[in-house]
Each structure stands twice: as C-alpha cells, then as structure tokens.
C-alpha cells in the first residue's frame, strides 16, 4: 500500500476514535510504523501534524454538536481534565 492509502486507513480509523485518549504512540502503534516516520508520512500527505489534526477535528465535532444540541459548552471538555477547559473554551 502507498503512503496516501496508509494515511487514507488511519484517518478512518482516527475519525472513529477522537472521543478516546489519542496518544502519538497508540497512533504508531496502530500504523505500525516509528513515531518519526508516521508523523513525516502524515505530514507529506495531508499537510499537518498529527496532534493538530486531531484536535482540530475534536473540535470541530464539538462545534457541531454545540450548534446541534442544548447541552452546555462545559458538557464538552468534561473527558478532558479541568486545566484543559480553558484552552477548549479559547481555541472553540
């Protein structure tokens, strides 16, 4: 499989995992492939960095079931530790 395909599978399977603890290291682990060298392919084929791909997608989930739903703002970083909320609330 080429770089795009590989990439192509991980983002499937990141989408269905944003609402779970995502470390760079369970992502490798996933990929099967080092730290440095998944983070190169992923960088090559979809122009960002793992992590920034990743919170800007919880993001953006939450910013649509913001809109969505009734719950309160506080109801979305609750997973998250409280030092977190700030930075949520900032970056929402």
Not at 1 to 6: L, P, R, V
Not at 13 to 35: F, I, R, T
Request: glycine share 6%; proline share 4%; net charge positive.
């Amino acid at each position: 499989m080429d770089q795009a395909g590989i990439i192509r599978d991980l983002l499937i399977w990141l989408e269905g995992h944003l609402d779970q603890p995502l470390s760079l290291d369970n992502v490798a682990a996933k990929a099967g492939y080092s730290k440095w060298h998944l983070q190169r392919m992923f960088k090559d084929v979809t122009g960002h960095a793992i992590g920034a791909y990743i919170r800007a997608r919880r993001l953006s989930k939450s910013a649509v079931a913001l809109r969505l739903t009734a719950r309160p703002i506080s109801g979305y970083c609750s997973p998250v530790p409280l030092r977190f909320s700030a930075n949520f609330y900032t970056r929402l």
